[in-house]
């Protein structure tokens, strides 16, 4: 499309820019501001090719938005917005205009680009926030556009100009004449507006002269800063043109001077002006002046006595120190070899404008501070470069003492001197250094001052583009007089970061001091900056304050930290600003939170460099730093608040105020612990914002643990020890940072894949540990507050809600942001939700370090079926865990899956549902099932009656769910602990309660659910553990059964006849998955014989599936005569009718010896369909292998013999594996039941010799002393027990009988007590006790 229709393509660009643009954009988030920056740089490339087809569709566009009617302050904040994207836009593509551009298209931008940008220009408001940088903005483009198209903005000067000389207003528009100061000018075009101004000037009225005067200066410094090689080439080649011009314009301008008034406004074009005329310069400073000259001669006096306060005049004397400043400036952009005349000049008056200017005791002032302040600035700064070695005005402003005006002036300067350093003789900074102690004072007290002045007064609203001066002009009506001292600190502490991350070295410099005293000035100065990122009323110092930071970390700048020991300090001071950052970002104290991450990530990237550079070095220094810490390892917790942060440096006294703390001076590896808990700290952090809800968040803290990884890399490799020691989860962490790349991902497809990758951390540490405690204890607080919602709002009021709506990259916590939640904001419940995904996912974890031990242990059985988990396992009570956080998240997970809130609670319900099916961690299935278990118990009262009620009903469709979701997801571990918990009473006690439920069609669907969640859970039989496997089976085959063809011949309505046959359907599947190997069990205690009650339960459940095989057939039969049904119904029967027959297979097959019977005679039913049945389902039982041995008569005597051959087993040396086995694994409570069951089998094979000697052996073995054999309570003491009173019973009485019976009958024992406390029991009572 490009290459054959380029207009529709760059239109189809222009309108997609268009429509993303804030104005036109319903939301504005990360996506779509990256996508409006992306279709910037698209049209910006495109503008090389198709210059005309962008601007005009760029001007189009400025011209519709520019003419939008807006209400509200977010409509008028998006507008501003989008004028200064545009307007950047139309500068860049300008700029880079291509050389062949048609006399059309400048015709075009004249007619309409030209007037919409002095529409900015020409509008601006005093006061305004917007305007101020609009303005600036719609300058850019105006500049960019005169530097191709010259002649067009010329064109339209020189045309007002010509209108001006005839126009006879006094208060004509001047607007077009002020274009001057903004359009770029070089030589040539400098001269050109000369020579049109010496020819118009004098037909101008005053108020056009005025502009003029004030435009040409203006337009002077556009040629000088921007073509400074040009301006230095005058005086080395002077150009007589240009000097003609100069001195004709020199002499009409002195010529419109009559007056006092006058004079102050012409005098710094005049001194201009003689700049530009080098010869004139050097003639004037002759002795004989020409007479034509004597004008000049005339100008330069009484420039110096209105500077030296003689001329009687304030408004002169003002006037001369700008011109003054302004030859100053000038002449550093001068060679002082070409001319030293000018020089001359300049020194015949500094003095005098220094004393003017920077006068402590009188300052200077012209009721426009602003102005002042450029002037004072330009004047230092000019001062420096002319002769950089006397430092006195420096000295005045750096005084303590000083105004504050002197300092904000000097800080500004020295950041000018830094930045802007065009020319090759301009002397550099470090002639500043030796004040570095100074400045590093006046920051401090500065920012003591600024921070305090936030505690004591309201926010400023701070717009990061404005100038101090129009910062000043902004909030001249906006706040008190009495916030006007917190302002000016304000501003000098945004200055003050500025000149540090210009410069850092100048505040870093130390000379002549010793290491501890250098580390504790890099300490108070980072410590300083750190203090200011978190201050959220101070957005723009805090931006320009991380910028800083991240300047002090690059490698030259951390070498200056402390020379004398680098790596130390290093670790101590860097530590100490991770903790305290990463403390703020875990309290969500901070605005722009992703931005503060994204910067996080830098400082970390700088830090491995760091490391990377000095890892030879590193060895010397703390050989284990950063060992990791196991939780629990006894470190000490410290708490850095910014009034503490000032108490991080060690070995130093550092001032705080009016007081004074300080901290003993640590060495070595003492300073180990705040190492080690920056990086848990870090981890903590990072932890945290995998559950933002702003996707580009998340990205930025996955991405932020490759760096941890890369230090751990560094640090093995020094250490010489495994990686894993210093990360112990650094295999997930890696994963976490190559998924960071995701960034076209959808934000719940990033969630599921960041909680996937949080239940593969295996280990637990203090940073996961903490991180899980913390998000859960905002969970509970969000969940209260969404729960209370929205009284909660309506008594908490609005205090937060402005706070949640600021535009910025991340917003600070719905949670924490001031007790109030807008579920109106879809990010406050997408927060909620994705903090309980992360607890989910993490909380296995976190119960490991709890406990650890396991939950349950067991052990697999012996025998044939060695895949799979035995029935016999020994369960560690999870009660004694209720206490814990993970125990309380999972019961308030429980409660939250019926939750009936009228906004959310559907919302809530759906999503604990998916998320503890889906996500829950796998360690945390054995705690769910027990409380699940024990949830549905209470639905029964003592008699086991349902206590049927909607919120019972609730909560069990929402476990079918759940436990259907975790069964069906095979989640990486779930294996290893499906295992641990039994699911058999929960399975009975959800089947008992939805019985009862009746046949309407929730009910029949919950049904439904049940019967597909029994299929699943047969399908993980392997991995689940049963007690009482048999006997639970057959109890399922039992219940599920009776929902067969249970209504399905009842219902009238179709749609209810669609859903009873799905529940046969899946009745029947799952049925056919119980009796998959079931041999049949009846109830117990019926009064009949067991092989009877067998095969009468057989014929109950054959006949049943046979009546469905017919029901099958009438329904397909009634079809064909009625001219079909829907295809549907006839796949639902075909289905049926085949899960039936594999029904009457399995339990054919596990019960071929009760079964068969009844079975037989259906291969001679006179039914056609049924013969052929019978044979299906014959030949399916062939094919699995049934073992007709069962059918002998003696089965059940052969079973059981096989039995006790398998229990009494005995190994090549005696031992017994099943028996010790068993030993093992039952319960304690069990053991007089093992024992007697094994004393009785080994006794009938002779083997009771070899059973006692295995057990008494391993009882010698875990025997501690001699004292305690066979005096505790173990199953060997049980064996021994059960022996004596089976095998010495008889000898026993034998022996004792006839001794007792004569005590106890004979006449003269009659009154003897045999008590040893004799009031307890008298002769009488004992006697008939004994008999």
């Not at 309108?15 to 996506?31: C, G, M, S, V, Y």
């Not at 890099?522 to 900056?529: D, H, K, P, R, S």
């Not at 009949?1088 to 014929?1099: D, G, I, N, R, T």
Request: charge should be negative; charged fraction near 20%; glycine fraction near 4%.
């Amino acid at each position: 499309m490009a290459a054959h229709k380029p207009v529709e393509w760059v239109q189809a660009v222009v309108n997609r820019f268009d429509e993303q643009l804030p104005i036109k954009a319903a939301q504005q988030n990360t996506h779509t501001k990256v996508s409006t920056e992306h279709n910037k740089e698209c049209l910006i490339n495109i503008s090389k090719y198709k210059f005309s087809l962008v601007i005009s569709g760029l001007t189009n566009i400025l011209k519709n938005v520019n003419n939008m009617r807006i209400f509200g302050e977010t409509a008028e904040k998006n507008l501003y917005l989008s004028q200064l994207i545009i307007l950047d836009t139309l500068e860049k593509c300008l700029a880079g205009q291509p050389k062949d551009t048609m006399r059309l298209d400048e015709t075009m931008l004249v007619k309409q680009l030209l007037p919409e940008i002095c529409h900015f220009i020409h509008t601006y408001r005093e006061g305004n926030q917007h305007a101020a940088e609009l303005r600036n903005s719609a300058s850019g483009v105006l500049f960019s556009l005169s530097c191709n198209n010259f002649n067009a903005v010329f064109s339209r000067i020189s045309t007002r100009l010509q209108e001006l000389t005839v126009c006879s207003e006094d208060n004509a528009d001047v607007h077009d004449i002020e274009l001057l100061q903004y359009i770029s000018v070089d030589c040539s075009k400098l001269k050109r507006l000369l020579q049109e101004t010496v020819f118009k000037f004098k037909a101008l009225k005053k108020v056009a002269q005025l502009a003029v005067i004030n435009s040409l200066e203006k337009a002077f410094w556009n040629w000088v800063e921007n073509y400074p090689d040009e301006f230095t080439k005058l005086y080395q080649t002077p150009q007589t043109d240009m000097a003609d011009c100069a001195e004709k314009l020199f002499d009409l301008v002195d010529g419109f001077a009559e007056s006092t008034k006058r004079k102050a406004a012409v005098w710094p074009l005049q001194i201009i002006l003689l700049v530009l005329c080098p010869e004139i310069i050097q003639d004037i400073a002759k002795d004989v002046v020409e007479e034509t000259k004597m004008n000049k001669k005339l100008f330069l006096d009484n420039l110096r006595k209105a500077l030296a306060g003689h001329s009687g005049s304030r408004q002169l004397t003002e006037s001369a120190a700008i011109a003054c400043v302004k030859l100053c400036k000038a002449s550093t952009y001068i060679n002082w070899e070409d001319n030293s005349v000018i020089f001359l000049l300049v020194q015949s008056m500094v003095v005098d404008l220094k004393n003017l200017l920077f006068n402590p005791s009188k300052p200077f002032s012209r009721g426009n501070q602003n102005a002042d302040v450029d002037l004072m600035i330009d004047c230092l700064v000019s001062c420096f470069r002319i002769n950089p070695h006397n430092n006195q005005h420096f000295k005045i402003c750096l005084a303590q003492n000083s105004p504050s005006t002197f300092h904000y002036v000097l800080v500004n300067s020295l950041h000018r001197i830094i930045t802007n350093s065009a020319l090759d003789w301009w002397p550099k900074i470090d002639a500043v250094y030796c004040h570095s102690v100074e400045l590093r004072s006046m920051f401090s007290e500065t920012l003591h001052k600024a921070i305090q002045g936030c505690g004591t007064h309201p926010a400023i609203r701070m717009t990061p583009s404005l100038t101090f001066k129009e910062k000043m002009t902004s909030l001249k009506f906006k706040e008190k007089p009495t916030d006007l001292e917190t302002r000016s600190y304000k501003f000098l502490l945004l200055s003050l970061v500025k000149l540090i991350h210009a410069d850092p070295k100048l505040l870093l410099c130390n000379p002549r001091k010793q290491g501890p005293e250098t580390q504790g000035s890099t300490a108070e100065l980072i410590t300083g900056l750190v203090q200011l990122v978190p201050q959220s009323s101070m957005p723009d110092i805090a931006q320009e304050a991380m910028e800083a930071l991240l300047v002090l970390h690059q490698l030259d700048s951390i070498d200056l930290w402390n020379p004398d020991a680098p790596i130390e300090t290093f670790w101590e001071i860097s530590s100490q600003m991770l903790f305290y950052i990463c403390k703020k970002l875990t309290s969500h104290q901070m605005l722009s939170s992703t931005e503060i991450l994204k910067w996080l990530r830098e400082i970390l990237i700088c830090r491995n460099k760091f490391l990377l550079k000095n890892k030879q070095s590193d060895r010397s220094s703390c050989h284990l730093l950063f060992l990791y810490d196991v939780p629990g390892g006894g470190t000490s917790q410290i708490s850095l608040d910014p009034e503490e942060m000032i108490r991080c440096a060690p070995g130093v006294t550092l001032r705080k105020g009016k007081g004074n703390s300080s901290m003993e001076s640590t060495a070595g590896c003492s300073g180990t612990p705040i190492c080690r808990q920056a990086q848990t700290k870090l981890e903590v952090a990072l932890y945290m914002f995998l559950w933002s809800p702003d996707i580009e968040a998340v990205l930025v803290a996955m991405s932020c643990f490759r760096h941890l990884c890369e230090e751990a890399d560094i640090r093995c490799g020094v250490d010489e020890v495994s990686v894993h020691n210093f990360l112990p989860n650094y295999n997930t962490f890696m994963e976490f940072a190559s998924v960071s790349n995701m960034m076209s991902t959808g934000r719940a497809a990033l969630q599921k894949r960041v909680m996937a990758l949080l239940r593969r951390i295996e280990h637990p540490t203090a940073g996961n540990t903490e991180a899980w405690e913390d998000t859960h204890a905002k969970w509970e607080q969000a969940t209260k507050l969404i729960l209370n919602y929205p009284k909660t709002k309506m008594e908490d009021g609005q205090v937060a809600e402005s706070l949640h709506k600021t535009i910025v990259k991340r917003r600070m916590s719905h949670v924490s942001g001031g007790g109030s939640i807008d579920l109106s904001d879809t990010d406050s419940l997408q927060e909620w939700i994705n903090m309980t995904g992360f607890l989910c996912a993490l909380g296995g974890v976190c119960l490991q370090h709890r406990s650890n031990a396991g939950l349950a242990t067991y052990s697999p059985p012996m025998g044939p079926v060695n895949e799979r988990k035995g029935s016999m396992i020994s369960m560690v009570s999870t009660e004694g865990n209720t206490e814990t956080p993970v125990s309380k998240f999972i019961d308030r997970l429980l409660t939250l899956m019926v939750c009936n809130h009228e906004k959310v609670g559907l919302q809530i319900r759906t999503n604990i549902k998916d998320l503890v099916g889906l996500e829950l961690s796998p360690a945390l299935y054995p705690m769910l099932f027990n409380k699940l278990k024990n949830t549905i118990s209470k639905f029964f009262d003592s008699q086991g009656q349902v206590l049927l009620t909607e919120t019972n009903t609730q909560f069990v469709e929402q476990t079918i769910a759940i436990m259907k979701n975790l069964l069906d997801n095979h989640t990486e571990g779930s294996s290893e602990h499906l295992g641990q918990a039994s699911i058999e009473t929960m399975m009975l006690n959800l089947v008992r309660y939805v019985r009862v439920l009746g046949n309407l069609v929730h009910a029949i669907q919950i049904k439904t659910k049940l019967c597909q969640l029994v299929e699943v859970m047969m399908e993980r039989r392997d991995d689940l553990s049963f007690c009482q496997e048999m006997k639970f089976r057959n109890k399922m085959v039992e219940y599920l059964t009776d929902w067969v063809m249970g209504t399905s011949n009842q219902a009238t309505d179709e749609d209810v006849k669609c859903l009873t046959r799905d529940l046969d359907q899946a009745s029947m599947e799952a049925v056919v998955s119980l009796l998959a190997g079931l041999p049949l069990q009846p109830e117990e205690g019926d009064g009949v014989e067991l092989m009877e009650a067998k095969s009468q339960l057989f014929l109950k459940y054959f006949t049943l599936f046979m009546n469905l095989l017919n029901d099958c057939s009438e329904v397909e039969d009634e079809s064909s005569q009625t001219g079909g049904r829907k295809r549907g119904m006839s796949r639902r029967l075909a289905s049926l009718r085949h899960c039936t027959v594999l029904a009457m297979s399995n339990l054919l097959n596990a019960n071929v010896d009760s079964g068969l019977m009844h079975s037989i005679g259906l291969g001679y039913h006179k039914d056609l369909q049924t013969r052929a049945t019978f044979m299906e389902v014959l030949t399916k039982i062939l094919q699995q292998g049934t073992e007709f041995d069962t059918l002998a008569e003696t089965v059940l005597a052969d079973r059981f013999e096989r039995l006790v051959e398998l229990v009494t087993m005995m190994g090549d040396q005696g031992e017994l594996p099943i028996a010790m086995a068993l030993a093992n694994v039952v319960p304690c409570s069990q053991w007089d039941e093992l024992a007697r069951v094994l004393v009785t089998l080994f006794d009938s094979r002779h083997l009771l010799y070899q059973l006692l000697w295995n057990m008494f052996s391993k009882e010698v073995e875990l025997a501690d002393s001699m004292q305690t054999l066979f005096r505790g309570n173990s199953l060997a003491s049980k064996i021994m027990t059960f022996c004596f009173k089976v095998y010495g019973a008889t000898y026993l009485q034998k022996l004792l009988e006839p001794l007792l019976r004569t005590v106890i009958t004979s006449s003269e024992w009659q009154h003897v007590s045999f008590e040893v406390d004799p009031t307890r029991e008298n002769c009488t009572e004992l006697s008939n006790t004994a008999r």
